[in-house]
């Protein structure tokens, strides 16, 4: 079965394909989709083909991406959201689940450090993948997300239950079905 991840921005987002049909993930593919377009609307058009285009090579079964998080800057917060928002309404349509992991969790479960920085994100995925070479940042961040999927599906990562009062899960972690 393979899983893919998916690191949104609105300049570069970064996706990351693992097999985890076997007891160990192996890696199949990452990269980047580069955003060019000048318009709001043209970049989510480019997110979403880029998306689509990577669902099409490698017919992942589910995929995983980081929830947002606050910025300081507005601005880049929005942006980054409706270019998170692009890459779930791609997947849906798709007929993949959608599963989220906040970044703190992501770094925690792929180095034991929730703040971790990018650098030691990226060795870890080269560790953990066994790749020849350090992946390029946001594929890296991109694989990290697709491997935390990976544990949660394992049963390795302790996930938060549903809230007793509201059915709802923590903010850690939300799964959409299409």
Known sequence: MMLLGIDPGSRRTGFGVIDISTPTPRYVASGCIRIEAATLAQKLAQVYAGVAEVIAQHAPAEMAIEQVFLSKNADSALKL???????????????????EYAARRIKQVVTGNGGADKTQV????????????????????ALAIALTHFFACRGGLSLPSRSRSTGQRSS???HYRP
Do not use: F, K, Y
């Open 81 to 99: 959201g409706q270019a998170r928002g692009t890459a779930i309404v791609c997947a849906a349509n798709h007929g993949l689940d959608v599963h």
């Open 172 to 174: 850690s972690w939300r």
């Open 122 to 141: 990226q060795h870890m995925v080269q560790s953990t993948l066994r790749l020849s070479g350090l992946p390029q940042e946001d594929a890296a961040d």
